[in-house]
Nanobody, 124 residues
Framework: QIHLVESGGGLVQAGGSLRLSCAAS????????MGWFRQAPGKEREFVAA????????KYADSVKGRSTISTDNAKNTVYLQMDSLKPEDTAVYYC?????????????????WGQGTQVTVSS
């Protein structure tokens, strides 16, 4: 079973940037594409961005489009989420997930493995 470990979260001021990383223990048929989701206190988990390992398919939530970039490093089995112009409403626990679908997916139900999450806090 694939194991996912997120890193890169932290406290940042509004307008700042963070780069989240998600290291996958392996790449199998159950991890053809990767996604980032987030969950703020009292809210449901929501989609942020997704990508397949070739980078040919990407998808972004409207709330982060233009401010975030998802990318992969196949040699390191790592997915990145670069977030710029951060806003207080971006504050959440960010989760990395793996899907068996070969193109980027936005529904949490389409993901089979999840990381433990990394906290992102944006102060105003």
């Amino acid at each position: 079973q694939i194991h996912l470990v997120e890193s890169g979260g932290g406290l940042v001021q509004a307008g700042g940037s963070l780069r989240l990383s998600c290291a996958a223990s392996s790449r199998t048929g159950s991890s053809n594409s990767m996604g980032w989701f987030r969950q703020a206190p009292g809210k449901e988990r929501e989609f942020v961005a997704a990508i397949n390992w070739s980078g040919s398919s990407t998808k972004y939530a409207d709330s982060v489009k233009g401010r975030s970039t998802i990318s992969t490093d196949n040699a390191k089995n790592t997915v990145y989420l670069q977030m710029d112009s951060l806003k207080p409403e971006d504050t959440a626990v960010y989760y990395c997930a793996a899907s068996g679908y070969t193109n980027a997916r936005a529904r949490a139900a389409e993901y089979d493995a999840w990381g433990q999450g990394t906290q992102v806090t944006v102060s105003s």
